[in-house]
């Protein structure tokens, strides 16, 4: 998970979880839930410690796993099929990767 930082401590502070589902940081700024502003391809998490972060959402990774098991089927047709086929790899197993992290902050 990548914490998401509060702007008006310039980034120097983090986000924490409050009873009333808002965020908060050290110096009491707060941020709503519907103020952290993400792509569509993130989405926000609490950690374990109750800190507020992003993940890759896991719809996305697991649409790149996808792809990247068709680029391992395909990988054999390749120039370098060697090479395809570990980029292959190598992506599904970030797509994994990505899956874990948003399943361990409760996303997935
Ligand atoms: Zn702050």
Redesign the pocket.
């Known amino acids: 998970m990548n914490v998401i930082t ?1 702007a ?2 310039d980034g120097a ?1 983090t986000y924490r979880a409050c009873a009333d589902r808002r965020f908060a ?5 707060h941020l709503a839930p519907v103020d952290v502003d993400l792509d569509g391809r993130t989405e926000w998490a609490v950690d374990g410690t109750g800190t507020l972060g992003y993940v890759v959402s896991p719809s996305y990774s697991l649409d790149l796993i996808a792809e990247a098991l068709g680029d391992l089927a395909e990988s054999s047709g390749c120039a370098d099929p060697e090479y395809a086929r570990r980029a292959a790899l190598d992506d599904a197993y970030t797509a994994c990767l990505d899956y874990v992290a948003a399943y361990r902050c409760g996303v997935a």
């Open positions: 509060c008006e401590c502070a940081c050290p110096a009491g700024h």
